[in-house]
């Protein structure tokens, strides 16, 4: 069996001195989509780019409303998380064509969620032989792309969608 391991990530769950408040409420709150990694505003939930990514291409679909109750999404929540989600996986498709993908939410710390309070939907793209030996023994992510070059090659998927922002 694969694994797709990323120890890296404990560097960001254990850090210390992280920004006060919630990121998933702080960042669309600004303005500065591109910085923050914001490639879709939609009615309640937005597309970005995961920071910290497993792998290429990470994206991920977040409800603006500050919760980490699943039970508690409205309909209206439900329906454009999943709606966002499948158009996540149409344009990575489109764009970065990978293999498979993997889709999912950590409910909680124990989990694996590092923003544990807040909801939201993992988008990974995959492409067999992604893992490798690298981040095992060398505590080293191998990204062929930067984060920012990935943002512009995704941003036209998303500025295709009705009311799009990003």
């Known amino acids: 069996m694969d694994q797709l391991w990323a120890p890296w990530r404990m560097t960001y769950i254990a850090k210390e001195g ?8 702080t960042k669309p709150a600004e303005t500065r989509d591109r910085e923050n990694l914001i490639l879709h505003r939609g009615h309640s939930c937005f597309v970005v ?3 910290f990514p497993y792998n290429n291409g990470h994206l991920m679909v977040i409800p603006y409303r500050h919760t980490a109750d699943f039970t508690s999404l409205t309909t209206g929540e439900q329906s454009e998380t999943m709606q966002l989600t499948q158009h996540c996986v149409r344009v990575l498709g489109e764009t970065f064509r990978p293999e498979g993908f993997n889709l999912g939410m950590n409910l909680g ?48 998927g998303f500025q295709k969608i009705a009311g799009s922002t990003g």
């Open 109 to 156: 710390h124990c989990a694996g969620a590092g923003v544990a309070d807040h909801l939201h939907m993992h988008i990974v793209p995959r492409w067999g032989g992604d893992t490798n030996f690298m981040p095992v023994l060398a505590e080293t992510r191998v990204l062929p792309d930067a984060l920012f070059a990935g943002f512009d090659r995704l941003l036209p």
């Open 18 to 25: 992280k920004p006060e408040g919630c990121p998933f409420c």
């Open 49 to 51: 780019m995961n920071l």
